[in-house]
């Protein structure tokens, strides 16, 4: 047996693992469970408006079914794919339900995408999407988001140079970071590219439904765009219930990787779910609440940035979803979030969502998860660290 001296050292992960970025997002969770720090940090939907009394109805109603507790189909339970297909107004072929939205994501891009294929996102992106694209080591293009969605702009200018993505990915509605909303020109710019040159779409939908002024969002239209939905902002994270609904080709691709993946997914948990939304009347007016709420404390984040910041900060008026996207000009904001934490007070950095942007001078502000008094407090704080890194930054000394 040789030295082990000699033995060469291999790495632990693989290729592919070496090629995904870490999340800052989950990084932060262990830090803003503590008490005292306030939280504009996670995606979180916020704990006080989980129904948990209409889910533990739910729960005990389906308890009792002979087969709440069995193996399911790996699409999932029927009964759960009809209440869904009936939100998207689809056929049920077209539904598969998964452990989560991001696990639909994540079982696309190994159903569709090969190493070394063109995938586009936005920029900022949602990192989920990021690593699940990185996993299958895709070629990333990012494009710079715009007010109104996907820069289709610079997609077509893309396409006419002659590149050719396997999927244009985007969170059409609330954007996550930007928080910003596909247009309805940007919305049918994308299924005109999509059936010209044959790259799906994949439309990521988690906060479509948490619009504070109520009114519905269309979807992307055509055969080219895959929907993904979840019940995780509406009703409960912890039920990790997401669906796909995309053409029944798609679906039956998904089918065989997720078969390997999970073999199925909960039984009991797409039986409650079903229970709870195809309950419409209750669950509307739970929707009502919940973006009433989002409204009221998103409001509050804003007025405070102005109060405390005035023209020195830059940000889009939230009109739903869970997160403000703010511009400090001048200021570091990875440098400033360990001040910030001192402060007791977290945010999300820009750079931990840009792929070649430039958004060091950003922040994403979630307003989801505090009371009003809460989030001007969290602001108050947030500005008093700014004043600190700005400060410092004149005078090094003062270290």
Known sequence: MPPSSTIPTVPIESAALR?????AIRDLLAVTEQPEVLSLAGGLPATDLIPSDRIADAAARTIGRPDALQYTTSRGVSLCRDVVANIEAVDPDRILLTHGSQQALSLLAQALVDPGDVVVVDDPVYVGALQAFQCVRAEIVALPITRNGTNVGELSRLLERGVRPRIVHTVSNFHNPSGVTASTETRTGLADLAETY????????????????????SPIPGE????LGSASKTL???LRVGWLNA???VVALVERLKQSADLCGSTLNQLMVADLLADTEWFD????????????????????LDDEFG???????????MFCWVRLPGVDTSELLSVALSYGVAFVPGSAFAVDADLGDSARLSFATLQP???REAVRRLRTATDDVVRLRKSPDAR
């Not at 090629?19 to 999340?23: A, E, K, L």
């Not at 044959?198 to 969002?217: K, M, N, Q, S």
């Open 19 to 23: 090629g995904i970025r870490g999340s």
């Open 198 to 217: 044959g790259f799906w779409i994949v439309e990521d939908d988690p906060y479509g439904r948490l619009a504070f002024d109520g009114a519905p969002t």
């Open 224 to 227: 080219r765009t895959i929907r």
């Open 236 to 238: 409960a994270p912890a």
């Open 247 to 249: 053409p029944p080709a």
């Open 285 to 304: 007016a739970h929707i009502d609440t919940i973006a009433s709420a989002y409204s009221l404390r998103a409001h509050a984040l804003t007025s405070a």
């Open 311 to 321: 023209d020195s900060v830059e940000y889009t008026s939230p009109t739903g979803g």
């Open 373 to 375: 008094d809460a989030l």
